[in-house]
T-cell receptor, first 116, second 113 residues
Framework: GAGVSQTPSNKVTEKGKYVELRCDPISGHTALYWYRQSLGQGPEFLIYFQGTGAADDSGLPNDRFFAVRPEGSVSTLKIQRTERGDSAVYLC??????????????FGEGSRLTVL | KQEVTQIPAALSVPEGENLVLNCSFT??????LQWFRQDPGKGLTSLLL?????REQTSGRLNASLDKSSGRSTLYIAASQPGDSATYLC????????????FGSGTRLSIRP
């Protein structure tokens, strides 16, 4: 697609449920990032993929959070046993291979997660 | 550990004024620095990207500068307009083979008509 696409745009779930958030990056972009943003704060880094592998997952808050990118394109962020504190906007961004490009980051519109 | 700070957290100025937003970072070994705009309830829109070898970038009424030695970047907005009202975020990518990008907490800008 022309830009980074994230689905769903809004997700309301109950405490303890499992949630999946999807990111479809710009075609050909090898780098993919997940961020979490709370109201009034800057985006907080979660995980960074280069191709299919997680190059840096140091931002994942705990083992309830997991992300995959099996074919090096679409990525899914998975949250198990959701808690109210997981409520935030989850942002996805992609970037072309840094050896070939400037490393400019392009963001999707985000998935707003509300845990009741 | 890279830390990115943006001061002030909020700024309100009358229309037509020139203004400067500040971004500071603790580790000068960066690959690039990018400025973004975020409107309420929306994703981030890239404004300007400065490579580590560059000192400034310009786009229309926007000019971003980079001083790695002092760990600072500024975003200059000329002749501000009400449509410039938004949150402005800076983000730094470290100079390593696979590095995350760290954001500041943003400056919420309001331009008064």
């Amino acid at each position: 697609g022309a830009g980074v696409s994230q689905t769903p745009s809004n997700k309301v779930t109950e405490k303890g449920k499992y949630v999946e958030l999807r990111c479809d990056p710009i075609s050909g972009h090898t780098a993919l990032y997940w961020y979490r943003q709370s109201l009034g704060q800057g985006p907080e880094f979660l995980i960074y993929f280069q191709g299919t592998g997680a190059a840096d997952d140091s931002g994942l808050p705990n083992d309830r959070f997991f992300a995959v990118r099996p074919e090096g394109s679409v990525s899914t962020l998975k949250i198990q046993r959701t808690e109210r504190g997981d409520s935030a906007v989850y942002l996805c961004a992609s970037s072309a291979d840094r050896a070939l490009n400037t490393g400019e980051l392009f963001f999707g519109e985000g998935s707003r997660l509300t845990v009741l | 550990k890279q830390e990115v700070t943006q001061i002030p957290a909020a700024l309100s100025v009358p229309e037509g004024e020139n203004l400067v937003l500040n971004c500071s970072f603790t580790d000068s070994a960066i690959y690039n620095l990018q400025w973004f705009r975020q409107d309420p309830g929306k994703g981030l829109t890239s404004l300007l990207l400065i490579q580590s070898s560059q000192r400034e970038q310009t786009s229309g009424r926007l000019n971003a500068s980079l001083d790695k030695s002092s760990g600072r970047s500024t975003l200059y907005i000329a002749a501000s307009q009400p449509g410039d009202s938004a949150t402005y975020l800076c983000a730094v990518k470290r100079r390593s083979s696979a590095s995350k990008i760290i954001f500041g907490s943003g400056t919420r800008l309001s331009i008064r008509p």
